[in-house]
Each structure stands twice: as C-alpha cells, then as structure tokens.
C-alpha cells in the first residue's frame, strides 16, 4: 500500500474552510484515497473516498491532483465538532479483505 | 446508514479472565475486521473474516480467537486475559468491490488490571 505523508497538526477558525492536505507521491493506479476522522475516544468515521476525480458529499470536498500525487480534503465550514485527527489512506481493495493502514494523521483544532 | 454496533464501551477484566467482544453490521456486508488501536503504535489487524464461518490471520492474531456463525455478527475472543491486551479494539465491515467503504463500530476500551 502507498505510503501517505499529513502534516502532524492544523489549526482552523470556526466557519471557515479547512483544506487538510496529503502526499501520496507512490500512488499506483489502481489505489483509491480515503479520508477518515476520528473523534477522541470513538471509532474512525468515514468521510469520502475517489480514485481521480473529484469528490464532494455532505461531509466534504476531495480534491485529487490530476497526477494523483496528493490530495486535499475541505470541510467547507468548520465546526468545533470537527475538531479530530484526520487520516489520509491509499489502499488496494483486497489486501487482508481490504484492511485498511492507518498513519499519523492531521490533528485538526477548530477554534471559536 | 451503515451501522456497526459492538457490545461495550468501556470494560473491565482481571488477568486470565475470558473475554467476549461482539460486533454486530446492519448492512449485509461479507468483510468484518477487528482491530485494535494503541498510543503511537495505531490501528493493527487481528483477525478479519470474509463469510460466515471463515477467518483469516491478520497481523497479530496472538492471544486472540474469532468466531462469525451469522453474516452479521462477528466475535472476538481474548481467551485468557492479559494487561498487554489493555486497548482501544474497534470493529469494522466493508462493502465489496473496488473502492469499497469500510465503517467502524464506536469502539471498546478494554482494561485488563
């Protein structure tokens, strides 16, 4: 599985946009990108997924480079209830039943 | 919504105690996981199963068992409870297919003292 490089932490106003970025410089052409967050003490929630395209849905905005070597997830209007760690993952599908890989992730902090 | 339940939030055992964690998925999914998520070191795979009866190693199988008689149900099983087993265990299903969606049950924390 490719390897995802997030920067450790991110600060964001309250109502504004959050842009979470993400490396995933060996991405091979069958790998889609996945976001979760995890809330502290919860399980991970997904958030959205592409494989080129761009991808909106009611949580978010994701934003794939056109040589998919790195991505951007929005959150369009931040809330204090976004504050989470933020995870970046690429993954083949069927790898141990499609078992996903965890990385450091973002600690995203919304602040009023 | 996808749903994925699992039996507790938080429990507490003593050393040597059997343990049962349940997961329960809504959603008809063939694919279950378990995890469990410690400081530093996060999400590891235990074991997962993709039909009923069947299971697979994952990662660090060692000290745990699984048992999955229904689709939707998926058990694990600390046979002889250990403090290095104190963690976060959460519980997953995924759809099948080419970017398929894995959700995940709220977790337990599980306390071996």
């Known amino acids: 599985d490719a390897k995802t490089t997030q920067p450790p932490s991110m600060d964001c106003a309250e109502g504004r946009a959050a842009n979470l970025p993400c490396n995933h410089s060996?991405?091979?052409?069958?790998?889609?990108v996945y976001w979760y967050r995890q809330i502290h003490s919860q399980g991970p929630q997904y958030i959205i997924h592409g494989l080129k395209n761009n991808e909106t849905n009611e949580m978010a905005s994701l934003i794939i480079t056109e040589d998919r070597k790195s991505s951007t997830l929005i959150l369009p209007h931040a809330t204090l209830r976004d504050t989470a760690v933020y995870y970046c993952i690429v993954r083949v599908s069927y790898n141990q039943g499609g078992k996903l890989i965890f990385g450091q992730g973002t600690e995203l902090s919304v602040k009023p | 919504d996808v749903k994925v339940t699992q039996s507790s939030r938080y429990l507490v055992k003593r050393t040597g105690e059997k343990v049962f964690l349940e997961c329960v998925q809504d959603?008809?999914?063939?694919?279950m996981f378990w995890y469990r998520q410690d400081p530093g070191l996060g999400l590891r795979l235990i074991y997962f199963s993709y039909d009923v009866k069947m299971k697979e190693k994952g990662d660090i199988p060692e000290g745990y068992s699984v048992s999955r008689e229904k689709k939707e149900r998926f058990s694990l099983i600390l046979e002889s409870a250990s403090t290095n087993q104190t963690s976060m265990y959460l519980c997953?299903?995924?759809?099948?297919?080419?970017?398929?969606?894995?959700?995940f049950g709220p977790g337990t924390r599980l306390l071996v003292l």
């Open positions: 959603m008809d999914h063939e694919n």
């Open positions: 997953a299903s995924t759809t099948l297919g080419r970017g398929g969606t894995q959700y």
């Open positions: 060996t991405i091979s052409g069958n790998e889609y």
